[in-house]
């Protein structure tokens, strides 16, 4: 497992422009500061639609290339391949595997990706480990969802599953799924690494000041906290 420069990650809308100016909010509310990245993620677009030049994300894309946020490409088993022998992986910071990939997937993705790009997976429900061949898991939905998938019916775990995944070997789970500034702080209780998010990062602004705040906190104070003492010191 590399060296994660990131504890935030920001996962874009299914439809609908983005408007770049959302990165000022972020930066205002500490997202930057406390390591954000930014997944590029649509379930009905291809890699090469995601990563086009005039695409509905290249604006967002080349505002966060622009402030150094680690931009990432969030696809399915099958594009690996196609996508290892694109041009445009070279300005990746790195893949997500969505849809619990297998491990033949995640090893697949780790011989094909360059030695430089992290590998993340997408993961749902119950604990199922491998976590030595990604560099990190997104676990969802921690809480109901706020951003709806046609077709795709999306029911929280809660907390305890979270809590299981996050105290498995070398796991570092990013909680997702209808995180805002009341339940943040208790996802980061729970053992998450790191707190990810679609509406959290791309809701109505007002809500995402707010809710960017609570979860920069929220890693900040985790990562601020004393060490455990053991009798006797």
């Not at 379930?43 to 695409?55: I, S």
């Not at 694109?86 to 990746?92: E, I, K, M, T, W």
């Not at 997937?105 to 749902?124: D, E, K, V, W």
């Not at 995180?179 to 109505?204: P, S």
Request: hydrophobic share 45%; proline share 9%; with cysteine.
């Amino acid at each position: 497992m590399r060296p994660l420069p990131f504890r935030l990650l920001a996962i874009t809308p299914p439809s609908a422009p983005v408007d770049p100016a959302i990165i000022d909010t972020w930066e205002r509310c500490g997202a930057l500061a406390s390591g954000l990245a930014l997944l590029l993620r649509d379930p009905d677009a291809t890699p090469e639609q995601l990563l086009a030049a005039e695409g509905r994300l290249a604006p967002l894309r080349r505002g966060a290339e622009a402030r150094g946020i680690p931009v990432l490409l969030s696809i399915d088993e099958r594009a690996l391949a196609r996508i290892a022998t694109s041009p445009a992986l070279h300005s990746l910071a790195g893949l997500q595997l969505r849809g619990d990939p297998s491990v033949d997937a995640l090893q697949t993705a780790r011989r094909l990706a360059t030695a430089r790009l992290l590998l993340g997976r997408s993961c749902h429900g119950e604990p199922a480990g491998a976590h030595q061949h990604v560099d990190y898991t997104c676990l969802a939905p921690i809480f109901s969802p706020s951003t709806t998938q046609r077709g795709v019916d999306k029911r929280a775990i809660g907390l305890d599953p979270l809590r299981a995944w996050s105290a498995q070997a070398y796991a570092r789970i990013f909680a997702l799924g209808g995180i805002n500034a009341a339940n943040a702080r208790a996802c980061v209780d729970a053992g998450a690494f790191g707190i990810a998010g679609i509406g959290l990062f791309f809701g109505e602004p007002a809500a995402v000041a707010q809710d960017v705040a609570a979860a920069a906190a929220a890693i900040q104070a985790r990562d601020v906290q004393p060490a455990p003492t053991t009798p006797g010191s």
